[in-house]
């Protein structure tokens, strides 16, 4: 097995989505998973605890892009604003394998109410991420986690939108921020 070769984590993310897309969630081994990925069990386990954490593999960066983002907006920058930096920070460190990764993914987890679980937990993490970042600006409170939810949701229908196109020269970004501008109409329209 190629234990040196570099590249190990990304691939292990690639051979679970493919294994969870093409058997289910429930019916494949972290053995499969290791093989497939061309690594050892014990690599697996050295890069997540388990099969589960696959899928929130990028989390930690992409919540981090979202907070320097959010803390890097102008200083007089309203609340969506400020996650619309967030947003264009986050989306643009997203590339073509994040885009192709999106329909098995979403495949896999639609399968597996244990998938769909963690994937809710993610935007649970994403919300609280953006949350903080603006409540570290000074923002209340109600209107903190109000724009972070709405970031979460931009996010989302941002990245549906993204990885149905045949063609991408725009990148994400584009569609989480206009995603983001719909649903901030939508919430003035409230009224």
């Given at each position: ?20 897309a ?7 081994t ?11 069990k ?16 990028g ?18 920058a ?12 986050a ?5 073509p ?25 993610k935007?649970?993490g994403l ?19 109000l ?15 993204w ?29």
């Amino acid at each position: 097995m190629a234990r040196w070769q570099p590249g190990a984590r990304e691939r292990l993310v690639l051979a679970a989505v493919d294994l969870f897309a093409d058997q289910g969630y429930d019916a494949t081994t972290v053995a499969q998973i290791a093989e497939k990925a061309g690594v050892t069990k014990s690599t697996f386990f050295r890069h997540f605890p388990d099969k589960r954490e696959l899928l929130v593999a990028g989390q930690e960066t992409l919540c981090r892009l979202l907070v320097e983002g959010i803390t890097e907006a102008p200083e007089d920058a309203a609340p969506v604003d400020a996650i619309a930096a967030g947003l264009e920070r986050a989306s643009s460190a997203m590339g073509p394998m994040n885009r192709e990764l999106g329909p098995r993914l979403k495949a896999a987890v639609a399968a597996s109410t244990e998938l769909q679980e963690r994937d809710a937990l993610k935007s649970v993490g994403l919300a609280k991420a953006m949350t903080d970042a603006l409540l570290t600006r000074g923002v209340p409170d109600p209107v903190a986690h109000l724009a972070a939810e709405l970031g979460v949701l931009a996010f989302k229908r941002g990245y549906t939108e993204w990885m149905q196109l045949e063609h991408d020269e725009a990148g994400l970004a584009p569609h989480a921020l206009a995603a983001l501008a719909e649903l901030r109409a939508a919430s003035a329209a409230l009224g």
